[in-house]
């Protein structure tokens, strides 16, 4: 099971401190349980998550399915986004779940080390931050 981090983004909107965290896809491979390329593939999904001190603070709704395969990672389109507000540093979490056809056959979560920020109100410029 491997996912990799999706390229995120924090970006302040409206009044302060309203922003937006968006997430793109994750890349998502598949299972090897059998020797040989191209014989395994899981249906495969995922979420995001911001959480702060207090916990989960928003969720978005399950991805639609892709298939994974050993050899092939799966693919999606779009991107997630998530609203926060308030002063908290918020971290954004990425649940990946693996299926076969009636039950789930293993999950993984993400924790995002890095986001690019914008608040248009303190620069003028793209920053790395390691919260939103």
């Known amino acids: 099971m491997t996912g990799t981090e999706p390229g995120t983004s924090c970006t302040a909107y409206g009044t302060w401190p309203s922003r937006v965290a968006a997430a793109k896809s994750p890349t998502v ?4 349980y059998t020797p040989g390329l191209g014989n395994d593939s899981q249906w495969v999904r995922f979420r995001t998550r911001l959480v702060n ?14 298939v ?6 799966a693919v999606w389109s ?5 609203y926060m507000t308030g002063l908290s540093s918020y971290w954004m979490m990425v649940d990946i779940e693996w299926w076969n056809s009636t039950q789930r056959l293993g999950s ?25």
């Open 29 to 32: 491979g598949g299972i090897d």
């Open 68 to 73: 994974a395969r050993d050899n092939q990672s």
């Open 108 to 132: 993984l979560t993400l924790s995002v080390s890095q986001y690019w920020t914008y608040y248009p109100l303190v620069s003028n410029s793209w920053i790395v931050s390691t919260v939103c």
């Open 78 to 82: 779009g991107t997630q986004y998530l």
């Open 53 to 66: 001190s207090s916990g989960t603070y928003a969720t978005h709704r399950w991805s639609g399915w892709a």
